[in-house]
């Protein structure tokens, strides 16, 4: 076989570009898992295809990125396995019904580009809160935001989606079709990037002039820890009874400061009601502005325009919990909680540890996120969680604040998490988007519930579909994790990939593209 058949842009391991190219999210923190042998960056379907085939015919692996936002490290790779990138390759955008509320879209679309697009013909869908997050990802790992409890998971809302499996053929996984059900389970909620490459997604829209009451605002204060305290005994609150309406969704940001960034400690509280049923009620003198607003446009003001926090490596934990008020109450676990986030703020500058958190209730026998969970079309886990919390520490240096980063983390989890006498939840409940694990197998009881069932199913399936573990390119994988990724092989050379980089430059230097290929 001749490797000549990759149009696009080809960095290979030691070229000029290759640290600008390997560079994601996490890299600051998982640099050793941020290493692919090469990045390809796909053209269209056939590179796609081309880089499948040469994988299972050279035993190397493939990690997706698209918008390269995993925790983790999970769309990166080492070794000899190569990325393959997809941030400019499915950017298709189309309407599917006059009404608008049937969209297909290519997954290389950020999602402040989305909703400001689907905000013009006045419609909305749950997201996350992240402007650059990419679709590609996002709608495998659930896309989890200020539209829980109303509306539940972008992933709740997907239709069907056209992926590339590891035989080469690219298909559409339906929803409506009974045999497409086990696929689609496993393609949302399954480790993102291990069945295959999502190519376009088709969503089913909501509608404004479906809530003409909706009402909410986000309001940003200096941080304080009473403040935080009030805010988070609200948020609990809200879960004395089970009957809250599905109606409300509320959210607490906390933003810690940092001099070197300019940028002062802040509490950001989001509050959306759809109306009839909550009211919102002016606060001890602060005005609410309780006129309806489109929720597409109160959508637009759930996203943080960041790509990052602080410009620094992260320990970063996410947990849900299925707690209720009652016994948070008795914990006293808002105290706890602030305590530990104030003994990160108050000496940030001190010890170079930099706070961020984020709180939100997903529970009530209303809730969408439960009612929606419960129908089994994805596999995402622990939808009868009541709360939801993340508590990230970033650093500044290798020595004294990683160590304190690391210690702080650590200790919310030993005391938060994971035993009877845990403050949050007895149960240690992680999520695929916020991950902080690198070995998925180890864990597979924190990120899957219903264990080892569901773990078990979709690793079955897994199998099947990739026989070769094309799509496992790190352990933080669903299945079997191949010898070669599990030992983690140093880095070697790919004979035939060196040819096929060389001559992808020759094209790129000849400019007659795929034509001037060599068979
Ligand atoms: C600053 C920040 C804020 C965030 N906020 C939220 C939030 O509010 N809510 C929330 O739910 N999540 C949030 N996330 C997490 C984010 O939604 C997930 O990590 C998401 O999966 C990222 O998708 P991506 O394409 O941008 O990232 P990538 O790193 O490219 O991909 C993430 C995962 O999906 C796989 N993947 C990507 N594209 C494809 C594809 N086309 N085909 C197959 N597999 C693919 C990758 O292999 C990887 O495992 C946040 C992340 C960051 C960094």
Redesign the pocket.
Same mark, same amino acid.
């Given at each position: 076989m001749n490797l000549a058949g990759i149009k696009g842009k080809v960095v290979a391991r030691g070229d000029e570009e290759y640290e600008e190219s390997a560079y994601? *999210?996490a890299f600051s923190s998982h640099e050793e898992l941020v290493q692919p042998a090469a990045i390809i960056y796909a053209q269209d379907d056939d590179d796609v295809i081309y880089a499948i085939k040469m994988a299972r015919e050279n035993n190397f692996s493939l990690?997706?990125?698209? #918008?390269?936002?995993? *925790?983790s490290a999970?769309?990166s790779t080492f070794g000899n396995n190569i990325q393959l990138d !997809?941030s400019r390759t499915y950017t298709d955008f189309n309407w599917e019904d006059a009404d608008h509320t049937v969209l297909t879209l290519g997954?290389s679309i950020p999602l402040g580009k989305f909703q400001s697009k689907i905000m013009k013909k006045g419609r909305f869908v749950p997201t996350? &809160?992240?402007s650059y997050?990419?679709l590609?990802?996002?709608v &495998?790992?659930?896309? *989890?935001?200020q539209l829980i409890r109303s509306f539940g998971l972008l992933a709740d809302h997907v239709l069907k989606v056209r992926i590339i499996t590891a035989d080469g053929q690219a298909r559409w996984v339906d929803r409506s079709i009974p045999a497409d059900k086990p696929l689609l389970y496993a393609i949302l909620g399954g480790?993102?990037?291990n069945f #295959?490459? !999502?190519?376009d997604v088709t969503l089913k829209l909501l509608r404004d002039e479906d809530h003409d009451k909706s009402r909410g605002f986000r309001a940003m204060i200096p941080y304080s820890k009473d403040a935080l305290k009030n805010l988070l005994d609200v948020m609990v609150k809200q879960d004395l009874t089970d009957d809250t309406a599905a109606d409300y969704d509320f959210c607490v940001t906390v933003m810690g400061g940092r001099k070197a960034e300019n940028k002062p400690a802040a509490i950001v509280v989001f509050a959306q009601a759809l109306g009839g049923k909550s009211k919102m009620t002016p606060y001890d003198g602060v005005y609410v502005d309780d006129e309806p607003v489109k929720i597409s446009e109160l959508c637009s003001h759930w996203l943080f325009p960041i790509?990052?926090?602080f410009q620094l490596p992260y320990y970063k934990c996410t947990y849900m919990s299925n707690s209720r008020a009652s016994e948070l109450q008795s914990k006293d676990w808002t105290e706890w909680v602030t305590e530990r986030m104030d003994d990160l703020e108050s000496k940030s500058e001190e010890h170079q540890t930099f706070l961020s958190a984020q709180f939100q209730y997903a529970g009530g026998k209303h809730s969408t996120y439960r009612t929606e969970g419960a129908k089994n079309i994805t596999s995402l886990s622990w939808r009868d969680s009541t709360f939801g919390c993340s508590l990230d520490a970033f650093y500044n240096g290798e020595g004294l604040p990683k160590a304190r980063a690391k210690a702080w983390t650590e200790k919310n989890t030993a005391d938060g998490v994971g035993h009877a006498n845990a403050v949050f939840s007895a149960q240690d409940r992680r999520l695929l988007?916020?991950s902080f694990d690198t070995n998925l197998p180890d864990q597979r009881t924190k990120y899957y519930d219903q264990a080892p069932g569901k773990y078990d199913t979709l690793s079955k399936l897994k199998v099947d579909i990739d026989p070769h573990f094309v799509f496992t390119p790190n352990t933080f994988s669903v299945g079997p994790i191949p010898d070669r990724i599990r030992n983690k092989e140093p880095h070697g050379h790919i004979a035939i990939f060196d040819h096929a980089v060389k001559h992808a430059r020759d094209v790129l230097a000849c400019k007659k593209g795929p034509l001037c290929l060599e068979e």
């Open positions: 994601q *999210y990690a997706v990125r698209t #918008g390269g936002h995993q *925790y999970a769309s !997809l997954v996350g &809160q992240c997050v990419n590609g990802g996002h &495998q790992s659930g896309g *989890y935001g480790s993102p990037g #295959g490459v !999502l190519t790509s990052r926090e988007w916020g």
